[in-house]
């Protein structure tokens, strides 16, 4: 008896709203039509002139953060004010190292904006999915980082009067594990906590820069160039590993990069 009471009711609506529309005429109906082909015409002009993936990676950059510049600067910036006051080769090669891991902290909110924004399963339905605005963001933000850190080892060089490619072999070790490090927290956690471990994560490569440059000055010196040399290619090496599994995650669907939103876990 619901279901025919419920089948009545459709009908009678449907009577109603059928009553209440107005006969469209054809010069109306041309209008629209020649309209909706304009703007399929505009849109695909629009999208060949983006010029592919490298036209979409530029283009990126203005999407991104004012802050995130302004944050990058300021890094440089107070590496630049601290060069100043540097004479001792260690304190040099650990301040550069410690601010080279704090500049990964600034790319983590706007690397997985889409995740603490919530906009995951929209953003899938997009042209440009999250897997491809993932890469994109990893594109702009790694070469702005990677700049940023390249000038504060000129700046370190440059004050202790030392080689620029034994500093960044000291500067690359905590870059890199905290790039790499900072995705594997990103990708297995709550977009609510990740970014609160990811602090923690860059605090403890931090700290055991201090430790070592305490503990073992002499590792330090020119003679261990070789062991940091190892430590940046194990440390670029397992970055390489994370950036893979982060973006075949983000790939695979919402289930495997937003497990939250599904109710599993990875």
Not at 83 to 92: F, H, K, M, P, S
Not at 155 to 161: F, G, K, Q, V, Y
Request: charged residues 15%; aromatic residues 6%; positive net charge.
């Amino acid at each position: 008896m619901s279901d025919l009471r419920h089948t009545r009711l459709e009908t009678a609506l449907r009577r109603h709203y059928a009553a209440q529309r107005t006969p469209a005429p054809d010069e109306l109906v041309d209008g629209l039509a020649r309209a909706m082909v304009a703007e399929d015409a505009r849109a695909r002009r629009a999208w060949g002139a983006e010029g592919g993936l490298v036209g979409f990676v530029v283009a990126q950059v203005r999407y991104l953060p004012v802050w995130t510049w302004f944050a990058q600067v300021a890094v440089v910036a107070l590496m630049v004010l601290v060069a100043r006051g540097l004479t001792n080769e260690v304190a040099a090669k650990l301040v550069v190292g410690t601010l080279s891991a704090i500049t990964v902290l600034i790319g983590v909110p706007t690397l997985h904006a889409s995740r603490i924004c919530g906009v995951v399963e929209l953003e899938y339905a997009c042209r440009h999915n999250v897997a491809s605005v993932l890469v994109a963001r990893m594109v702009v933000l790694g070469c702005s980082s990677a700049l940023a850190v390249a000038v504060m080892v000129g700046l370190a060089a440059s004050s202790i009067d030392a080689n620029a490619f034994a500093v960044a072999l000291w500067a690359a070790p905590p870059f890199f594990a905290s790039c790499a490090g900072s995705l594997v927290l990103l990708r297995r956690l709550r977009p609510s906590s990740a970014p609160l471990a990811c602090v923690a994560w860059v605090g403890a490569c931090s700290a055991a820069l201090v430790v070592v440059a305490l503990r073992h000055p002499a590792l330090y010196d020119s003679a261990a160039t070789g062991v940091w040399a190892a430590a940046a290619l194990v440390a670029f090496c397992w970055l390489v590993r994370e950036t893979m599994r982060t973006v075949r995650a983000a790939a695979a669907g919402l289930d495997a990069f937003a497990p939250q939103l599904a109710g599993i876990s990875l």
